[in-house]
Structures are given as C-alpha cells and as structure tokens.
C-alpha cells in the first residue's frame, strides 16, 4: 500500500525555471524522506525532513511540511535539463507514485 | 566503500520457474528494504527486516513471495511459481538505523529487472 500520494503525476517546464511537487499522506509520520529516481534504477536520497521542521534546504532544493495538512512540497529552483527524472516522497517506508519532472534545455 | 549490491541485474524466466534475487546491503546497515517497481509505476514496498526482530512482511502481495535475512547480512527475495505479473524491477535498499526513528535515508541498489515470459 503507499502511503505518498505526488502531485502533478508529471511537469514539463524550460530550464531555468522552478519546479514544484507536491506530497500527501495519510498518517502520522516521524519524518518525510525525498528521493530522485533515474531510468528506473534505484533511487538516490535527496532531503530528510522531520515532523517538527517546516522548511529545509539543500543547495537548489527547498522542502516543506505541514503536518496539521499532512502535505510536503519539493522545489527545486533554477531547474536544469539534468534535474529531468522521477521524484518520490516516502514516509514509513511506504513510497507515492512519483513525479516525472522534464526540463527542457 | 561499496553500496548495495543486487543480483543478477537482469533475470529472464519462464512462467512457473521459481527465481531467488540476492541483495548485499551496506555494511552495518541494519534495516534492509525489498520493493517492487512495475514499468512507469512507483514502488511497492514488499518486505523489512530490522536486525534480529521479526520482519514486516505486511506488502507480500501472495504467498509465492518469501524473504529471508539472516542477521545484518544478505537477503534473498524467493518467487515461487512465477506468472507474467511479476515481471517488474525489484529494488532492494538498506538504511543504518530503522526509518521513522533516527530517519536515515535509504540506500538503494540497482535493481534486478524480472521479466517472466
């Protein structure tokens, strides 16, 4: 069962532009993890944030939580042709759907 | 230091062959993770081992699915009797200390992609 749900399912945009991806879960968590996933292989980590933070950030990401709405979002600022991949949220071991993000150059 | 390893990355059976995936997690990583990835699709947690207490086998889709851990080691996901739908990559991930605790990130291998013809 997964507990993430992303939305859009999938975003187009240019480069340079900003890219947003929503999150939402059904249950209390302790933390909500990001991953990025390219051509379907396995995942690689981007950010943790835990259930008592609001906003964190990693160089050209920024992640929010709202846990009274039980929703994260991911922004990745000033997005660039390799930033095209699939996104997922994960809370509980549990992953969504994903969002497949396209920059275009 | 080396990641987690998976093999074989490809595997290639015939419908009601038994297939047996190997996962090697990190060294020290206590909690390992087994999912399954169906083409376009997101991942559908299967299987988590914890050390030595007993794993949450809650998101085995039927009992021709089994994993087995032995301590902090390598795992070995077992589908029995294989049918068309089980074709999908199988991703296995180990993390230091159990999610929803410490919050370690998961560590991902490369998957093996099952294709049951």
């Known amino acids: 069962s997964q507990q993430g749900e992303e939305d859009p399912q999938a975003l187009s945009i240019q480069e340079g532009e900003n890219a947003t991806m929503n999150c939402s879960y059904k249950t209390s968590i302790n933390n909500l993890q990001w991953y990025r996933q390219n051509s379907g292989r396995g995942l690689v980590h981007l950010i943790l944030?835990?259930?008592?933070?609001r906003e964190k950030h990693s160089g050209r990401l920024r992640v929010t939580l709202d846990t009274s709405k039980k929703s994260s979002s991911l922004l990745i600022t000033a997005s660039r042709a390799a930033d095209t991949a699939s996104y997922f949220c994960a809370t509980d071991r549990r992953f969504g759907a994903g969002t497949r993000l396209t920059v275009k150059p | 230091g080396a990641g987690v390893s998976q093999s074989p990355s490809n595997k290639v059976t015939e419908k009601g062959k038994d297939v047996e995936l190997r996962c090697d997690p990190i060294s020290g990583h206590t909690a390992l993770y087994w999912y399954r990835q169906r083409l376009g699709q997101g991942l559908e947690f299967l299987i988590y081992f914890q050390g030595n207490s007993a794993p949450d086998k809650s998101g085995l889709p039927s009992d021709r699915f089994s994993a087995e851990r032995t301590g902090e080691s390598v795992s070995t996901l077992t589908i029995q009797r294989t049918q068309q739908e089980d074709s999908a990559v199988y991703l296995c991930?180990?993390?230091?200390?159990?999610?929803?605790?410490?919050?370690?990130?998961?560590?991902f291998g490369n998957g093996t992609r099952l294709t049951v013809t």
């Open positions: 991930a180990s993390s230091f200390s159990p999610d929803g605790q410490g919050g370690s990130p998961l560590h």
């Open positions: 944030i835990r259930s008592n933070e």
